[in-house]
């Protein structure tokens, strides 16, 4: 029998699973441990509420979770309540599947202000995530910017335009609508130090933005490259770029009734957020030109309003005590997903925040192979009953697949009319839903 730790349980971890049970079926007993309460990860937490086609893939992880040979364990912190030694010491083989759940740094004066987040931190505050469902942004002021030029930035952008009726079907959380309804932007400025050429934005996120009620996208015609240059793009980002020269051939006509403007800022770079009083008042920017592929300064600065700003400039794995961390790349260094004897990472904890939730289904499959490799039939470890053991010592109150499935009935059964469901927001509110 082969015992498998799984740390997170989100795409990553679920594959990772799935690929475990191809390989071994019932020769092999799989643990999936999450520090929340709630499965899937990302998929609950990250992908934006008005994406449900995206958000149920949810179901295929379902299959996974259903039996005997996987187990979820929530509401276990790896480091806090167990260390990563006592779980390489019962397990054959721990997967790092945590993703990468921090926001990396905004390297500015002035990234301390009030009202100024990162993604991770605001996708959480509308998305119901525990850490950040006490974050309330203040949304009174008329301008708001974002910096980066990936599909975070434009989710971001999107969720701060609709109107409260454009949420009908998704699972936004209360209460972020709440405050949207009251939202005073007129303004949104998406910050990119590269150009159109750059962007990392995907054909049907950029669509989006021209199916808005009461906002409509621009783009100004100065910042195009010549037309005949995208041939050399790829399909996708083509497509992407022939999104941004219809935002920019707009007519004063098509934009006569909608009230918000989301403005697309290229070869722009972010050099210091004003503030007064510690509160954000404004940004500087530095306008740039491409050299050989990169973003550099021309000296040139300007100065643009803002309110609110949030940084899409990407994502870290969180640190745990005993694992090996690379500061700089924000991720645990691995060899092919090796980290050291029986311990492994596989997705964002492994090759940082790229690709979308399905490239993770082939790299659970590729760990899994390693992995197999490392430990054959096993090496008579303990396993699922040692864990037990340590859980009852520690009076560990574990969460099971079947609570959450409890937990989100609860949530299905709270749901506004239109909603799919109402997320509980803290742990404490999703404990006592698993009923007794």
């Not at 990119?192 to 054909?203: A, E, L, S, V, Y």
């Amino acid at each position: 029998m082969r015992h498998i730790a799984i740390v997170g349980s989100g795409p990553a971890g679920y594959y990772t699973a799935e690929a475990a049970v191809k390989q071994w079926g019932e020769d092999a007993r799989v643990d999936i441990f999450d520090k929340l309460p709630v499965p899937f990860g990302l998929i609950r937490t990250g992908v934006a509420p008005d994406h449900q086609s995206i958000k149920a893939v949810a179901r295929r992880y379902e299959k996974t979770a259903i039996g005997d040979t996987v187990r979820f364990a929530g509401n276990v912190e790896i480091g806090r309540d167990i260390a990563i030694e006592e779980l390489t010491e019962l397990y054959d083989a721990v997967i790092l599947a945590t993703g990468a759940p921090r926001d990396r740094d905004l390297p500015i004066p002035g990234a301390d202000s009030a009202n100024v987040f990162g993604s991770a931190a605001f996708v959480g505050w509308y998305n119901g995530h525990p850490e950040y469902a006490a974050l309330a942004p203040d949304l009174s002021g008329r301008h708001a910017v974002i910096i980066g030029m990936g599909n975070v930035a434009l989710d971001v952008a999107r969720i701060l335009s609709k109107t409260e009726a454009e949420f009908e079907g998704s699972d936004i959380v209360a209460h972020a609508l709440e405050l949207m309804r009251d939202s005073n932007i007129e303004t949104i400025t998406i910050l990119g130090r590269r150009g159109p050429h750059q962007i990392m934005m995907t054909p049907k996120e950029l669509g989006e933005l021209l199916r808005l009620e009461r906002a409509v996208p621009r783009v100004e015609n100065a910042d195009l490259p010549p037309p005949e240059s995208d041939d050399m793009l790829d399909p996708g980002q083509r497509k992407s770029v022939t999104l941004l020269r219809e935002f920019a051939a707009l007519s004063p006509s098509d934009r006569a009734d909608k009230a918000l403007s989301i403005n697309f800022d290229f070869f722009a770079s972010p050099t210091l957020i004003e503030q007064e009083g510690g509160q954000l008042s404004g940004l500087v920017v530095e306008r740039t030109e491409l050299k050989d592929g990169r973003a550099v300064g021309s000296g040139e600065t300007y100065r643009i309003p803002a309110d609110l700003l949030i940084s899409c400039i990407g994502y870290r794995t969180s640190p745990i005590v005993g694992v090996p961390f690379d500061e700089r790349a924000g991720r645990f260094p691995n060899e092919e997903g090796r980290i050291a004897p029986a311990l492994y990472c596989v997705g964002w904890a492994k090759r940082g925040p790229s690709g979308t939730i399905g490239t993770n289904r082939p790299d659970g499959y590729a760990v899994i192979e390693k992995v197999a490799e490392d430990i054959g039939e096993g090496a008579g470890k303990r396993g699922r009953e040692g864990f037990d053991e340590l859980a009852q010592k520690r009076a560990l109150d574990v969460v099971t697949f079947r609570d959450w499935q409890r937990i989100e009935e609860a949530e299905i059964a709270a749901a506004r009319s239109g909603a799919p469901r109402e997320k509980f927001v803290d742990i404490e509110s999703m404990i006592a839903a698993r009923g007794a």
